[in-house]
């Protein structure tokens, strides 16, 4: 993994370490990154997030500097780990922003812990449609762990890296993300890695796409400010799940930004930072009611927001 700007931290929590970042003051703000990433992916935008907001960036579990056990790879045991770290650091409430697959995690926490959530802020999130790339699909594969074992020997990395670094400064939309791809490929050197990462992507991901989504749930964001970013060159997740992002939650902001792919948050650190602070300066905070919850479960929203979705596939 790349090298943290910011001063890492360790917890551990159910005999698992955890690593995070934690920096700044203010109304706190929980970044969980994607897939094969770790928390150096916030890095262009934590310190101006961090002269407001107090930012915690972990490891999620299985990445990054953060411990890879045979352990629960699930969205919920996700959401479970980062209601349990924050809690560990004395916070009780958070702005929950997720990236990619941290973007479904951001989804689980919400509905698990609406009364520890604020807002909602997605990034290029999973959990919007069955769309997917075909590299994150063919991790489910058995071939995946020998040939990356292959692909990762140090001649062959060190090769591979340098292929994908030079392409990444060609200037075009379709190169725009390989930095980002370079340093998640160098992270499957680390078998542990490779284990975790297909055991998360096999709990998300089958051979016709994304299997976990939030179209039978997404009623329940009535209560909850919500917002969706995305790259307009997204080759990752399409973009057109931003529309269906704003058709399953009409009262969501929806924010496409020109010019930017998988990792709008790199490819305009000041844009996003100001996107953010202005949904958070200009919504309030949820504020949980267990009736308010009860009475939207029992409405059963649940199928007109899964038709929506089938629609629009």
């Known amino acids: 993994m790349p ?50 907001y107090t930012v915690i960036a972990p490891d999620l579990l299985g990445h990054g500097l953060s411990d890879k056990p045979r352990a629960d790879y699930s969205v919920g045991g996700y959401a479970n780990g980062m209601r349990d770290l924050i809690t560990c650091l004395g916070i009780d409430k958070v702005t929950v922003v997720g990236h990619s697959f941290g973007g479904g995690v951001a989804m689980q926490f919400a509905y698990q812990f609406p009364e520890r959530t604020e807002r909602l802020i997605l990034v290029a999130s999973g959990g919007l449609g069955p769309e997917v790339s075909p590299l994150i699909r063919s991790i489910t594969t058995p071939g995946f762990h020998p040939l990356m074992g292959v692909l990762t020997l140090p001649a062959v990395r060190h090769v591979g ?32 890695a490779r284990h975790a990462i297909r055991h998360v992507v096999k709990a998300v991901v089958d051979w016709r796409g994304q299997i976990v989504t939030m179209a039978d749930r997404a009623y329940l964001t009535q209560s909850m400010p919500m917002a969706v970013l995305w790259g307009e060159h997204d080759h990752v997740i399409p973009v057109t799940h931003a529309a269906r992002a704003a058709a399953l939650a009409p009262g969501a902001r929806v924010e496409v930004i020109p010019n930017a792919g998988h990792f709008p948050h790199k490819d305009h650190p000041q844009r996003f930072a100001k996107i953010v602070h202005e949904f958070v300066r200009s919504t ?19 199928s007109e927001a899964s038709d929506t979705l089938a629609g629009s596939a």
């Open 3 to 52: 090298q943290s700007q910011h001063e890492v931290s360790y917890l551990t929590i159910h005999g698992h370490r955890r690593a995070f970042v934690k920096v700044g003051s203010g109304p706190v703000l929980l970044l969980l990154h994607g897939l094969g990433c770790d928390h150096t992916t916030w890095a262009p935008v934590i310190d101006t997030l961090a002269r407001r």
């Open 161 to 192: 890296k340098l292929g994908l670094r030079t392409l990444a400064k060609v200037p075009s939309r379709h190169t725009r993300d390989l930095d980002e791809v370079a340093e998640i490929y160098d992270s499957f050197r680390d078998p542990a």
């Open 284 to 302: 309030p905070a949820a504020s949980y009611s267990r009736a308010r919850f009860r009475a939207l479960l029992r409405s059963g929203r649940q």
